[in-house]
């Protein structure tokens, strides 16, 4: 295949994925800071239990496609030999915050924008701004000089994922691990979800679940597998259609972020449509469709200054946060997790923690 | 619909209507009225898992005017 046609392959598939996850997600009111709030407020862990089954799909499907040597994913972003524990933390810590305070995380603010929520809609902008001056801009220079500094890294030889770190150098050693922790870890999750007969019954926690857990194998599975190939003009190996040139999967700051890096730079030739970039745009349409098929379309816009001064203190957060720890509660909270990477464990864990504690102060602030 | 009290949540984003429905009912009486006004369209979903899982039935959701009206019954 002509390397054009197959990043249009890429980018469809990603678009196609991200479509199915925003409809599902609108439909299911699958919320990763509605999963925590039910938790900390509520004591109600069915939202919870529907993300930590989306870990597991997810988990099972990916070391599945790892095992059969369908994907590489020592060559992701989550395999990293640089262990920036400083960045996970700091950088969890400000998307937990920032999404509770932005009224949900990039993806749910994805499908509220397809709902007609424009308050998403200047989130999702703020957001992307902040995650681009995170990336290459002023506050680059900090991330890289002081969160990612040599006191804030481990460097593991055998990269970050936690079959390599446990089997050292040992390539078998390390393929049985993985199923074995596989194997454990997605065990425990679906005994601990299915022992409530709540969950059991609750058909679209389940759905949720599945479909997105499915989503993220499947988003692998086209860069990983599919977008490799020979590139023509160094007749190397590459991936194609992706902004890291490695296998990626579901991420949603990063791919906004580079979304309006593409509408304002779109006549540079080396600025292309991602499959990162379809996905953004591929849930917020899903999710539009779904709203107006259930007739649950409503504009909604800031209710007061205190409104959109949270949301855009949370946004700015989020966009820090995200590229700081690599990948935000789907980024770092899915997809990284089914990579078994243990800075996607500490990203996930502070990004819980900040929420968490957001919610707390926000609850004893009310008293 | 009569009510025994009002929650005034306008202007609040998810999840605090509902994290501030649940401290309203904690200080009413079994068979009260607890009349909830949101402007968070989130609310419409959130509202109604919420009735679902903590058996506090809801009794009327009525939409006007951009503001969501929910009238929730303590078990």
Redesign the interface.
Known sequence: MEASSLTTVIVGSGFALGAVFGFVANKTNFCTMGAISDVVNMEHWGRMRAWLLAMAVAMIGVNALGYAGSVNFSETLYASKNFYWLSYIVGGLCFGVGMTLAGGCANKNLVRLGGGNLRSLVVLFIMGFAAIVTMKGMLGTFRINVLQSPFGTVHFENGQLLPALFAGADAAGAQTMQLALTGALALAIVIFVYKDGRFRKSLDNNLAALIVGAIVVGGWYVTGHLGLAENPETLEMTYFGTNSNRPESMSFVAPSAYSLEYFAYSTDVSKIITFGIATVFGVALGSLVYALASKSFRWEAFSSVQDMSYHIIGAVLMGFGAVTAAGCTIGQGVTGISTLSLGSLLALVSIIAGSAITMKIQLAMME | MNFDKELNA???????P???T??SLADMTTGQVLKVIS????S???MA??SE??GNPLLSTVEENGEYVFYVKKK
């Open positions: 306008r202007g609040l984003s998810c999840p605090l509902i994290v501030k649940k401290k402007t968070d369209c989130g419409l979903k959130d898992a919420f899982q903590t």
